[in-house]
Nanobody, 121 residues
Framework: QVQLVESGGGLVQAGGSLRLSCKASGMILSVFSSSVKEWYRQAPGKPRELVASLSLDGVTNYADSVKGRFAISRDNARKMVYLQMDSLKPEDTALYYC????????????WGQGTQVTVSA
């Protein structure tokens, strides 16, 4: 059974940094390698939004609100996805989710349960 498990969230002061991790347990390596990797976030009372994405050929995209501050990366061998978050702002406070969308397989996207990030002013 595939599970995405996020970690690394917490409470940090504005201007600080956090590194989120997402472990794809139970997923075979070829499916992980063939998946688009994404981080979403959802703040209270707001819709879930795409924060960062990493395509199969390594192209990254970021929401305008996090460009220059966040960086998505992967370690295929360890089946890990990361989100480095620097210069954090109170408006970055949200529940952060990892999402993997396999390509070339008849599989639905996988979501993690989320990790809370709280940025104090």
């Amino acid at each position: 059974q595939v599970q995405l498990v996020e970690s690394g969230g917490g409470l940090v002061q504005a201007g600080g940094s956090l590194r989120l991790s997402c472990k794809a347990s139970g997923m075979i390596l070829s499916v992980f390698s063939s998946s688009v990797k994404e981080w979403y976030r959802q703040a209270p009372g707001k819709p879930r939004e795409l924060v960062a994405s990493l395509s199969l050929d390594g192209v990254t995209n970021y929401a305008d609100s996090v460009k220059g501050r966040f960086a998505i990366s992967r370690d295929n061998a360890r089946k890990m996805v990361y989100l480095q978050m620097d210069s954090l702002k109170p408006e970055d406070t949200a529940l952060y989710y990892c999402r993997l969308e396999p390509r070339g397989y008849n599989l639905q996207p996988y979501w993690g349960q989320g990790t809370q990030v709280t940025v104090s002013a």
